[in-house]
Nanobody, 119 residues
């Protein structure tokens, strides 16, 4: 079975930092693009950052310069380093793996980890 498990969330004061991790199993991790998404209560889910299978990154405008995404393929893990957090970053953060391998599409979600930023 495919499983993505996030960790690293918690309560932090404004201006602080957190490092989220997402560990995947059941897929050939290096062949998938990975994205971090977040959803706050009453709001739509939004893309935070993504990293391609070859290591290229893209960031939403609201996190550029503050968040950094990376991947460690031998550990089947992606990270989201979050600095200069503000209360608007409060949300459930989920990771997503997406790939097309020999014509077969795979798309998988983790259950999420809660990030709460106090003012």
């Amino acid at each position: 079975q495919v499983q993505l498990v996030e960790s690293g969330g918690g309560l932090v004061q404004a201006g602080g930092s957190l490092r989220l991790s997402c560990v995947a199993s059941g897929i050939t991790f290096r062949l998938y693009d990975i994205g971090w998404y977040r959803q706050a209560p009453g709001k739509q889910r939004e893309l935070v950052a993504q990293i391609t299978k070859d290591g290229r990154t893209n960031y939403a405008d609201f996190v550029k310069g503050r968040f950094t995404m990376s991947r460690d393929n031998p550990k089947n893990t992606v990270y989201l380093q979050m600095n200069s957090l503000n209360p608007e970053d409060t949300a459930v953060y989920c990771c997503n793996a997406d790939g097309i391998i020999l014509g077969t599409r795979g798309n998988y979600w983790g259950q999420g980890t809660q990030v709460t930023v106090s003012s």
